[in-house]
């Protein structure tokens, strides 16, 4: 299956957009978990699984320069793409409300430890972070966001697992001093 998957992938590289359907048909279960983790299930919000991987779709068949060459690499594209569409749609909903009804994204850390963060706090850290190291906002959109394991990002970014450990650790710590600044 996976080698089915990057050729389709390589599909989509060249242009080919029948493609990029298949490839969400065939990895749809994985993206509504994925989508389903990071959204918290208490918030106050419209935005389901179902509704987060549907816009998934639509944000990456409406762009030209969408060229994913693994599947690793199209779920770090996943990964930044939820983050924005959760952002935007968190954005959209408190305009006005000063605060009430908070959206909030849950994570599952390194160690398995389940964190709830409302989504505005935490993309402004993300921010923060990105300005201070941008390969620990790689590593953290990657891992929250992506649900990629160290694994899998020590194959998409060629550094081992070792040193993606130690560096997450060092991440984690530096958004949690963030977040508490906040």
């Not at 060249?14 to 298949?22: M, P, Q, T, Y």
């Not at 060229?67 to 968190?90: G, K, L, N, T, Y």
């Not at 953290?140 to 970014?157: A, Y």
Request: proline share 3%; charged share 25%; glycine share 8%.
């Amino acid at each position: 299956m996976a080698g089915e998957i990057t050729l389709l992938l390589q599909a989509v590289s060249g242009g080919d957009r029948e493609a990029l359907g298949k490839v969400f048909d065939a990895l749809y279960p994985e993206l509504r978990q994925l989508a389903a983790r990071r959204l918290h299930p208490h918030a106050e919000s419209t935005l389901s699984p179902t509704i987060l991987v549907h816009e998934l779709y639509e944000k990456f068949a409406g762009s030209d320069g969408f060229a994913p060459s693994e599947r690793s690499h199209f779920f770090s594209c996943a990964a930044r793409a939820m983050r924005q569409i959760i952002v935007d749609h968190a954005r959209a909903r408190n305009s006005g409300k000063r605060g009430q009804g908070l959206t909030r994204v849950t994570y599952r850390d390194g160690d398995g430890v389940e964190n709830t963060l409302e989504v505005i706090s935490l993309d402004d850290a993300l921010k923060s972070l990105e300005q201070i190291d941008p390969d620990f906002h790689h590593l953290v959109e990657l891992r929250f966001f992506g649900g990629l394991s160290i694994r899998e990002i020590s194959e998409i970014d060629n550094v081992s697992a070792r040193t993606l450990t130690r560096r997450w650790r060092q991440a984690r710590a530096l958004l949690q001093a963030l977040l508490e600044e906040e």
